[in-house]
């Protein structure tokens, strides 16, 4: 078949399974969104941004200070980037009214176009490095491969910054292959992206190897020489920057300059330590969530191998170098010095993943694996042909991992116990419903936002402080927290603090919170009403 035959074909494949791909993502991430408060029983990750973005769209009574609500949006833990693309995503929905009287459709967009989208972009193009899409076979199917990966399907349920940074990630990796050591205009725009997708989520600077290499690759082959060298670095680092700042052009500012880089270190402190507890780290406790999300430890080995086999076979080996040398220093940070999430894997396990291409056969050299051929090739013929296999019956556990995902996710609201127990609260506190009090709640803990209620919560370690500070008069506690806080297995990151709030999460967990009554406990969770209340209504 020509070439761009193949090519066509690839496309008009990929452009159509793409689009039928994203209409799947709409049925599940349409659900469990009636208001901001049960996105974040689900996910707080969404919950907490959200308000911010809608601010960012609202009219503030004149255009320079709706322009100035857009670009100062408050809520610096990820990249202006993110929360600018987002905030367009939804500007379509003021046009059949207030964005947050739609906060289903709202979600349903973010989720798309944020998450489901980008991903997308970055495994076509990715795939596309790899394949060149002369192959028809070879591209459909590594672009199924790694669209079916759950971390993959995950991270497309949420509206989070993983797509557009895996997106920004991929296309440095495209524009340094494109520039293919000529040290020329593609270069700089890969130092570009590289500064904006630091701008997301500082994962930029893990490229620091890669560039290393590159340049180290430019002297080598007398591409450039030394000063030339020194000069590329430096003109890396200022594009960047450069890049970086176009990103989030308020760090030009000194106030929203402070709180970025102090939000910076309390997440990189949070996501190597742990928060309020030590984290178990290292590869061991990174073992189930590598399994669950990305495979088993053989398919796991083959997609590390996968670009050294690249580089020694010389298949798209500027690549496949760039590849491994961004997934090392990424890989070891993520691996051995934070906590493993399976969207901080997802930025390097996404390109190793694409480095599957060098495993699979052309189906004309499979006859010839015992044809006149010598011994090492026909042995890397039977190689790509077991690999294949491996990751064809790797990839069935994937989709049936993900239809189970799928279906799940859609019918999620349903069945959730956060949900069910407040339907019990408002039972038992029926009298208290439509009264306007201070209740606390845990962060994932339902109550709906037209409540009565004022609704206060904390992401911290509790403490008899907390509630003699802001005396509310109903706390909804939940008992996953409380055997979290209880175990004695866990070491408290400030031990003191851990100590204090264990007094007050014993006497919750017998009931027994010095001013409250218990009133209903089940297996979620726990309800206190505080003594005058009860006393006054249900005494």
């Given at each position: 078949m020509e070439k761009?035959?193949?090519?066509?074909?690839?496309?008009?494949?990929?452009?159509?399974?793409?689009?039928?791909?994203?209409?799947?993502?709409?049925?599940?991430?349409?659900?469990?969104?009636?208001?901001?408060?049960?996105?974040?029983?689900?996910?707080?990750?969404?919950?907490?941004?959200?308000?911010?973005?809608?601010?960012?769209?609202?009219?503030?009574?004149?255009?320079?200070?709706?322009?100035?609500n857009f670009f100062a949006y408050e809520y610096y833990f990820y990249g202006f980037p993110y929360f600018a693309y987002s905030a367009v995503s939804i500007l379509p929905v003021k046009l059949i009214g207030a964005p947050e009287a739609q906060i289903p459709l709202v979600m349903v967009l973010l989720r798309?176009?944020?998450?489901?989208?980008?991903?997308?972009?970055?495994?076509?193009?990715?795939?596309?490095?790899?394949?060149?899409?002369?192959?028809?076979?070879?591209?459909?199917?590594?672009?199924?491969?790694?669209?079916?990966?759950?971390?993959?399907?995950?991270?497309?349920?949420?509206?989070?910054?993983?797509?557009?940074?895996v997106l920004l990630i991929v296309l440095t990796m495209f524009f340094l292959v494109k520039d293919d050591l000529s040290f020329g205009k593609f270069f700089y725009l890969a130092a570009f992206v590289c500064g904006f997708s630091t701008g997301v989520k500082q994962n930029g600077l893990f490229f620091v190897l890669t560039i290393a290499v590159y340049l180290l690759w430019g002297l080598l082959s007398k591409q450039i020489d030394l000063k030339r060298a020194v000069f590329l670095s430096i003109a890396f680092i200022a594009i960047m920057l450069i890049g970086l700042i176009v990103s989030n052009?308020?760090?030009?500012?000194?106030?929203?300059?402070?709180?970025?880089?102090?939000?910076?270190?309390?997440?990189?402190?949070?996501?190597?330590?742990?928060?309020?507890?030590?984290?178990?780290?290292?590869?061991?406790?990174?073992?189930?969530?590598?399994?669950?999300?990305?495979?088993?430890?053989?398919?796991?080995?083959?997609?590390?191998?996968?670009?050294?086999?690249?580089?020694?076979?010389?298949?798209?080996?500027?690549?496949?170098?760039?590849?491994?040398?961004?997934?090392?220093?990424?890989?070891?940070?993520?691996?051995?010095?934070?906590?493993?999430?399976?969207?901080?894997?997802?930025?390097?396990?996404?390109p190793l993943f694409s480095s599957f291409?060098?495993?699979?056969?052309?189906?004309?050299?499979?006859?010839?694996?015992?044809?006149?051929?010598?011994?090492?090739?026909?042995?890397?013929?039977?190689?790509?042909?077991?690999?294949?296999?491996?990751?064809?019956?790797q990839f069935i556990g994937y989709v049936q991992s993900d239809i189970h995902s799928i279906v799940q996710r859609t019918e999620r609201q349903a069945a959730h116990p956060s949900i069910l127990f407040y339907e019990k609260v408002e039972d038992k506190l029926a009298p208290l419903i439509d009264r306007e009090l201070v209740a606390y709640r845990d962060v994932r803990l339902y109550v709906p936002d037209n409540s009565s209620w004022e609704i206060i919560f904390s992401f911290e370690l509790l403490d008899y402080g907390f509630f003699e500070e802001h005396d509310p008069e109903v706390i909804l506690l939940m008992q996953q927290r409380l055997r979290d806080y209880l175990n004695p297995n866990v070491t408290g990151i400030d031990p003191a603090q851990l100590e204090i709030s264990?007094?007050?999460?014993?006497?919750?967990?017998?009931?027994?919170?010095?001013?409250?009554?218990?009133?209903?406990?089940?297996?979620?969770?726990?309800?206190?009403?505080?003594?005058?209340?009860?006393?006054?209504?249900?005494?």
């Open positions: 761009s035959k193949s090519m066509s074909i690839t496309i008009w494949i990929i452009v159509l399974l793409s689009i039928v791909y994203v209409i799947i993502f709409w049925f599940p991430n349409a659900t469990a969104s009636e208001d901001i408060a049960m996105v974040g029983v689900f996910e707080p990750d969404e919950s907490m941004p959200l308000p911010y973005v809608l601010d960012m769209i609202k009219p503030a009574g004149s255009l320079g200070k709706t322009i100035r798309q176009l944020v998450s489901v989208v980008p991903l997308l972009l970055a495994v076509i193009l990715v795939v596309y490095m790899q394949t060149g899409f002369k192959s028809v076979w070879k591209s459909v199917f590594l672009y199924l491969v790694i669209l079916a990966v759950p971390a993959v399907v995950s991270n497309n349920f949420w509206w989070h910054p993983d797509g557009i940074n052009p308020l760090l030009l500012l000194s106030g929203p300059r402070q709180r970025y880089i102090a939000i910076f270190e309390k997440n990189r402190f949070d996501t190597s330590m742990g928060y309020g507890v030590f984290y178990p780290r290292g590869i061991k406790a990174a073992g189930p969530t590598l399994i669950n999300y990305f495979g088993n430890w053989i398919y796991l080995v083959l997609a590390g191998m996968a670009p050294i086999f690249g580089i020694i076979c010389n298949r798209n080996r500027l690549l496949n170098v760039i590849i491994l040398s961004w997934s090392l220093v990424i890989g070891v940070y993520v691996l051995f010095f934070s906590l493993v999430k399976f969207q901080y894997v997802l930025p390097f396990a996404l291409a060098v495993y699979l056969p052309d189906f004309a050299r499979v006859k010839q694996v015992f044809s006149g051929e010598g011994l090492p090739a026909k042995l890397w013929q039977v190689f790509t042909i077991v690999s294949t296999c491996v990751i064809t019956l264990r007094e007050f999460y014993m006497d919750a967990d017998v009931g027994n919170i010095t001013g409250y009554t218990l009133v209903l406990r089940d297996d979620f969770g726990l309800a206190f009403v505080r003594d005058d209340i009860y006393l006054e209504i249900f005494d």
